[in-house]
């Protein structure tokens, strides 16, 4: 039996399990309105391990918004970038598996002659319906985008096999993920990519490549949105066409780790979609915690000494607890403010420091960029966070619902 997933969904990350309620308001809203935007609740491995939190703990975080709020649509809980290291422990809570094969692009595989061979319909010049300028190929160019990628997805396929067995029945959904990788996917790759992957067999019903630009986590997009739009188009177009050639499932569609807030190319990913009636799965990264730590600001008094202090200690231990997100952020140093300066700062300083608000001058990007590396602090800080996220609800649940409501939602599944 299949687990199909619907056509909009919206990845979201609650690193320290209190806020699914608050997350799922969100969606609750865009319901109310019209859109079923449905939830998908992730964390990695990696999270996992820093938090020093057990998968179902995400499950049951999950289970429990549902049940408060009555949401009547489907949900799932996503083992996010797994590998065949690390899936195990994802197995019994999760119905959604994010295979990640990015460590694998570039390995050799023996059958890439026979894949060259088998699809001749890949060489030469592409009719890809909706791509405005034909995609051409050469033998020797899809002979190396092969040797690059088709190892990749045999891992992906040994993967998946792994997880069908070990789940014995129960359904899930299946992505792949290429995204935590140097080297942007052009279409033309993603389309040699997609054949492979139905050669293989796999049902993956989302694919998430690695786009043009970057993609900072907590921050906005930087590079071109112009060949951003461009490029998001055509890989509509490619798994369009994909879907009709591959043995691929009729609901395929894009998966974007956007390390969430990538607000200027939200337009852009929303035009496209509707030009081609797409779904699509954003998966936001861990904003979400930074929205705790504006609600901890915000309820003033211990609630803001404590985001005072949480800041205080990243500052200090700031090189470690970037090294892990090196290519994924973009701290500037001589910008962010001295832990001595936030401790006197007001509620109103730390949370426009903190919140996403380009047109307020007061925001700081590099400010915010590692505290949203710093969760580790908190997770150290044991039961005095969790305590104070009980004791200053209110106000984070509002900030958590009103950022993932008007700040992503809003512009990419309702529109302006
Ligand atoms: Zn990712």
């Not at 491995?45 to 949401?71: F, K, M, T, Y």
């Not at 083992?79 to 065949?84: E, K, P, R, V």
């Not at 490549?209 to 188009?233: H, L």
């Not at 602090?377 to 609800?393: E, K, P, Q, S, T």
Request: charged share 25%; glycine share 6%; proline share 5%.
């Amino acid at each position: 039996m299949e687990l199909l997933l619907e056509k909009f969904s919206l990845g979201v990350g609650d690193r320290f399990a209190h806020q699914a309620r608050a997350q799922l308001e969100a969606c609750s809203k865009a319901a109310s309105l019209g859109v079923t935007v449905v939830p998908v609740w992730n964390k990695s491995n990696r999270e996992h391990n820093i938090v020093g939190s057990e998968p179902a703990s995400v499950r049951e975080a999950a289970d429990e918004a549902v049940r408060q709020l009555g949401w009547q649509f489907p949900y799932h809980v996503d083992a996010d970038h797994i590998n065949l290291d690390t899936v195990d422990r994802f197995l019994d809570s999760s119905d959604f598996f994010t295979i990640d094969v990015a460590s694998a692009i570039g390995q050799r595989s023996e059958r890439a002659a026979a894949f060259v061979k088998r699809h001749p319909e890949l060489v030469g010049t592409l009719s890809v319906p909706g791509v405005p300028d034909p995609l051409t190929t050469t033998v020797e160019s899809v002979e190396r985008t092969t040797a690059k990628y088709l190892f990749a997805v045999e891992e992906a396929s040994r993967i998946f096999r792994h997880i069908c067995q070990r789940r014995n029945g129960r359904p899930f959904i299946t992505e792949i993920s290429m995204d935590e990788t140097d080297a942007p996917q052009t279409p033309v790759e993603l389309l040699v990519v997609l054949a492979a992957i139905g050669d293989h067999g796999i049902p993956i019903q989302t694919i998430a490549p690695k786009f043009t630009g970057r993609f900072n986590k907590g921050v906005d997009y930087v590079g071109d949105v112009e060949f951003f739009e461009k490029e998001f188009a055509d890989d509509l177009a490619v798994i369009a066409c994909a879907i009709q050639h591959y043995n691929l499932p009729a609901n395929l569609k894009l998966s974007v780790h956007s390390g969430s807030d990538k607000f200027s190319i939200y337009g852009a990913m929303r035009r496209a979609l509707q030009q081609f009636g797409a779904g699509v799965h954003l998966k936001t990264a861990g904003t979400t915690w930074l929205e705790e730590l504006i609600g901890l600001a915000e309820a003033g008094g211990h609630g803001l000494r404590l985001a005072q202090e949480i800041y205080g200690k990243a500052y200090a231990c700031r090189a470690a607890l970037c090294e892990p997100y090196a290519a994924v952020i973009d701290i500037r140093e001589d910008r962010l403010p001295l832990p001595h300066e936030v401790c006197q700062w007001t509620a109103e300083q730390y949370t426009s420091a903190l919140r996403h608000d380009q047109s307020n001058p007061a925001f700081n990007p590099d400010f915010r960029q590692l505290l949203h590396v710093g969760f580790k602090i908190a997770a150290h800080l044991g039961d005095r966070y969790v305590n104070m996220l009980v004791a200053c609800r209110d106000s984070i649940s509002r900030n958590v619902t009103y950022n993932l409501f008007e700040r992503h939602i809003r512009p990419l599944f309702l529109g302006a």
